[in-house]
């Protein structure tokens, strides 16, 4: 905007001082009928105009004149950048919580289903099979862990179930092993915010408007249940999304900005660090905002400013503007599932944290119960045989 303004020095013949909001806004209309900010200078005739640029919103078109668009932008949410995150519970992962549960009611239903019918056949053909519920339950878990059970019903009925549950069984543990082997070797980057539906339903990560902004009051007079609570639910508000990057670039707040910011952000980032910190989400709140300067109502340089901005903009030097003052984002704008790098890695120990601890909970367990065990058979000997 610097540069448009020298241009407009230089062509309309006029000379310029900067004046700064007292309250660093842009502007926003107050319940009394005033305006703050940027607007409010503008508004009360105490600048002549105002660069912004402006997101042009019928209250505002009604309160002063808005020059043509320099350039259209969208409104989306910022916040720091998904990373790589080691789940203890990972290996859980390759199925769906409903899937688990299914499986754990087929092991129960066939379990009950194989008792059931073991004692049927066992009062019909007049043999019983000694502790069959215990054999049972240990002949599924067997199976399903791919083991070698030594235990087998003596009948036809019971055997036509045990293979129907070897096919299942081996369905299962098939797909399991397959759908963890990728995930190990080819990792997914988790992103839990990535719309506003997403930012309203979570809790862990507060989020804050920009204060004096027309997303402010969009978000605030919307019908629409999440935009609305998009606004009752921000934690604060900020002066500028500019002002606020280091925040949210370390993960204090996620916030609701124009793009044009958004990517001038991740360039000072990426440029001061080396690194990408901050990422934008793929839904945008609001798309093609026309940005505009403000101007007092019947400016004389309303006209003339017009016609700079159109020959600047069809010859491509506004963008060429715009270019030079964002550089280095197109490696923080990939999906974050990039930054992980080439080649293969050694799986670390973090990885199968999750599965080690079934084994010593297992372990324990299991010298518990041999301690009990012991025990038992100190404290209760076995009586002699007559």
């Known amino acids: 905007m610097g540069n448009l303004l020298e241009i407009f020095a230089e062509r309309m013949n006029f000379e310029y001082e900067l004046v700064r909001p007292l309250d660093s806004l842009w502007g926003i209309k107050l319940e009394n009928g005033s305006w703050n ?58 199925f769906s ?26 009062w019909i053909f007049s043999i019983t099979t000694r502790k069959a519920v215990p054999k049972i339950l240990m002949w599924m878990l067997q199976t399903l862990t791919q083991e070698n059970p030594r235990w087998l019903p003596k009948w036809d009925g019971s055997r036509l179930i045990v293979i129907t549950w070897l096919l299942a069984s081996f369905v299962f543990t098939s797909s399991y092993s397959g759908i963890l082997t990728a995930m190990l070797t080819v990792p997914r980057v988790t992103i839990p915010i990535d719309s506003l539906a997403d930012l309203v339903a979570q809790s862990h990560l507060p989020w804050r408007l920009e204060s004096g902004a027309m997303m402010l009051t969009y978000l605030q007079e919307s019908e629409d249940e999440v935009r ?14 500019w002002s606020a990057r280091q925040g949210i670039a370390s993960g204090k707040f996620a916030a609701i900005c124009d793009e044009t910011t958004m990517r001038k952000s991740i360039s000072w980032d990426f440029s001061t660090s080396g690194q990408c910190h901050l990422y934008i989400a793929r839904e945008r709140v609001y798309s093609n905002l026309m940005m505009c300067l403000a101007f007092k ?3 004389t340089y309303l006209e003339k400013a ?18 030079n003052e964002i550089t280095n984002t197109s490696q923080c ?29 297992g372990l324990s367990l299991a010298l518990h119960v041999f301690a009990g065990e012991h025990l038992i058979h100190l404290l209760l000997p076995e009586k002699p045989s007559s």
């Open 37 to 94: 900010g940027m607007m409010g200078q503008v508004y009360r005739n105490e600048v002549e105009f105002a660069l912004g640029p402006f997101a042009v919103t019928p209250q505002r078109a009604n309160a002063i004149d808005f020059s043509v668009a320099v350039h259209s932008d969208n409104q989306a949410i910022i916040m720091t950048r998904p990373t790589l995150q080691n789940d203890i519970a990972g290996f859980l992962k390759p």
């Open 297 to 299: 109502i019947n400016s």
């Open 228 to 241: 609305r609570k998009a606004f009752t639910g921000m934690s604060a508000t900020i002066p500028d999304c």
């Open 306 to 323: 017009n016609s700079i901005i159109e020959m600047l903009r069809d010859t491509g030097v506004l963008s060429k503007w715009l270019e």
């Open 333 to 361: 704008l990939r999906p974050p599932a990039y930054d992980r790098g080439h080649g293969i890695q050694p799986l670390g120990l973090d990885l199968i944290l999750g599965p080690l601890l079934i084994v010593l909970a």
């Open 97 to 122: 919580k409903e899937v688990w549960i299914l499986i754990i009611m087929s092991l129960l239903s066939v379990s009950l289903a194989m008792v059931l019918l073991e004692a049927l056949e066992g």
